[in-house]
């Protein structure tokens, strides 16, 4: 939210709580914008991640590897592909459908989210 409200060149209380964005900055919304450039300023410009924790070299802190998986970004890649060896022109994306019941896309976000939580729960078994 603090990323959309800095596009938005509003005040992060605006786009958190809906408040007015004609009032003054408020005590939170100076708060809520150090605590992001906290966050920011400690990213590895390499990975991405904390740097407290990707530049620590302590024994006891160990890094295993996830794989995530984006099946549009597959078939896009896919496409792509294809594409070099004809026509270029054109904007491709990737659009979702369900077969062959038409299911609301809308559905698999919950059932999205039930897959990560057993995924994470198996994660702190191991």
């Known amino acids: 939210m603090i990323r959309a409200s800095i596009t938005a060149g509003v005040r992060p209380t605006t786009m ?3 408040e007015d964005n004609r009032k003054a900055w408020s005590h939170l919304d100076v708060l809520a914008m150090q605590a992001f ?7 590895c410009g390499q990975c991405g991640l904390p ?3 990707c530049k620590n070299d302590d024994p006891r802190l160990q890094v295993r590897i996830k794989v995530d998986s984006c099946y549009a970004k597959q078939e896009l890649d896919k496409f792509e592909e294809e594409r070099k060896k004809g ?3 054109g904007l491709a994306y990737p659009e ?3 077969k062959p019941d038409n299911i609301p ?3 698999f976000r919950a059932l999205y989210y ?3 939580a057993a995924e994470r729960a198996e994660d702190e078994g191991d």
Do not use: A, V
């Open 87 to 89: 026509d270029s022109g």
């Open 51 to 53: 740097r407290w924790l």
């Open 96 to 98: 979702f459908y369900t």
């Open 114 to 116: 039930e897959q990560l």
């Open 105 to 107: 896309l809308h559905e």
């Open 16 to 18: 958190i709580l809906g």
């Open 37 to 43: 450039q906290i966050i920011e300023d400690e990213r």
